[in-house]
């Protein structure tokens, strides 16, 4: 059975027992106290996960380049410091702090975030097509007319370019 909704619809589904099972991050279950058991983890299987995104609409990015291309490079720079082996000490501390779940990050929870992390429309499309049969209008998307990796490109190239 497909569960509508993000994770909290999740959860809900499973506490109410409608499902016995979902796909979902574990803060939400731990946070309300729900008992589960783990069945794969993601990382530990290496499969993709879509999941964050950095959105705006077209009007804001074509009014406010330089703000949406500054954002951009603060959060390349932001992966970038986490990323540094340097730094491993005070990433934990940090994502443990902020993290809603009694699961605590640790270092291989943070490689593999990308530095670029650019939407590949193909796993966009691949993840869509699971939502088509109660949306049916996700079918006629043209998923380039959604993502704009320009920002990303500029910002990486500006990063070759540098001594």
């Known amino acids: 059975m497909q569960v509508g909704g993000g994770g909290n619809q999740r959860v809900a589904a499973f ?6 099972g979902v796909v979902t991050a574990t803060d939400r279950f731990e946070q309300l106290k ?3 058991h783990v069945l794969a983890d ?4 290496e499969i993709k996960v879509m999941g964050n995104s950095y959105l705006t609409t077209r009007s804001f990015r074509d009014q406010n380049k330089d703000v949406v291309m ?4 603060a ?3 932001g992966r970038r410091w986490a990323k540094d082996s340097k730094n491993r000490e005070q990433v934990l501390t940090i ?3 902020y993290l809603p779940s009694s699961d605590h990050l640790d270092r291989k929870n943070v490689e593999p975030i990308p530095l670029y992390p650019y939407t590949n429309t193909e796993d966009l ?3 869509l097509s699971y ?3 109660a949306n049916p209008t996700l079918r006629s998307l043209k998923l380039s007319e959604f993502v704009d990796n320009s920002f990303l490109k500029r910002v990486e190239q500006e990063a070759g370019s540098q001594p």
Not at 15 to 20: A, W, Y
Not at 42 to 45: R, S, V
């Open 15 to 20: 506490k109410s027992g409608l499902v016995s």
């Open 34 to 36: 729900i008992p589960y």
């Open 95 to 97: 994502y443990n702090r």
């Open 75 to 77: 959060l390349v720079q």
């Open 42 to 45: 993601a990382l530990e299987m």
């Open 125 to 127: 499309r691949i993840f």
């Open 70 to 73: 500054r954002t951009v490079r």
């Open 131 to 133: 939502l088509t049969e």
